[in-house]
């Protein structure tokens, strides 16, 4: 039972540069969402989707774009990364009034 | 809006005593979900418990327990028998129904002691 897988797990980029963390889940949620984790604020809400095609923004959106053209990817692109984007993300499945399931976490430095 | 509140950066407790771990949330909408998540130290979100906002009765998952006040607008976690293992990260998070955003609170670390 794979769950939420994000990929990669760890990664180092330049300033400026562009990349797409991944997210895939398989068990058919329709909420889905990212967080980035900094130390002594918690998990912060950067975007988040209620099923394919809707994408809305969280306490943190900008310097982050997603898109959600299927149930199970939901992938979190940084557009010209900074140091200040630095973090942990976790990306998440499910919720309501159950449990929210969690990927592994993507630990980015930039540099 | 809605906001979620943990007052205690740091906590100690002793191996085999009980702990309560604060949470204080805000939202005006009547329908709502309360939840805590344990992060150790290897880095992974553990869901531990939920209590919705229309359950009459605290929830309780093994040595968790949820101390629900509404009209405080508080959501405790108690942990009764603290272990070892116990140490990490706690965090409480609140999903309201309309538009459904899970948020965060800052996080309590635990610790505890032998």
């Known amino acids: 039972n794979a769950g939420v897988t994000q990929t990669p797990k760890f990664q180092v980029l330049k300033t400026g540069q562009s990349m797409t963390l991944q997210c895939a889940q398989d068990m058919n949620h329709e909420y889905m969402s990212w967080y980035r984790q900094d130390p002594g604020m918690g998990l912060r809400l950067i975007h988040y989707s209620v099923g394919a095609g809707i994408t809305d923004q969280g306490e943190v959106p900008n310097g982050y774009n997603v898109s959600r053209s299927t149930t199970e990817d939901f992938p979190l692109r940084l557009l010209s990364a900074a140091p200040s984007q630095t973090s942990v993300y976790f990306c998440?499945?499910?919720?309501?009034?159950?449990?929210?399931?969690f990927g592994q976490g993507t630990r980015l430095t930039v540099v | 809006a809605q906001k979620i509140t943990q007052t205690q950066p740091g906590m100690f407790v002793q191996e085999k005593e009980a702990v309560t771990l604060d949470c204080t949330y805000d939202t005006s909408d009547p329908s709502y979900g309360l939840f805590w998540y344990k992060q150790p130290s290897s880095g992974e979100m553990i869901f531990l418990i939920y209590q919705g906002s229309y359950d009459q009765q605290n929830a309780t998952e093994g040595r968790y327990s949820l101390n629900f006040q509404k009209a405080r607008k508080s959501a405790n976690l108690v942990i009764s028998a603290s272990q070892l293992g116990d140490s990490a990260m706690y965090f409480c998070a609140m999903r309201e129904s309309q538009g459904g955003k899970l948020i965060f609170g800052q996080g309590t670390e635990l610790s505890v002691k032998p």
């Open positions: 998440a499945a499910g919720g309501g009034n159950t449990e929210a399931f």
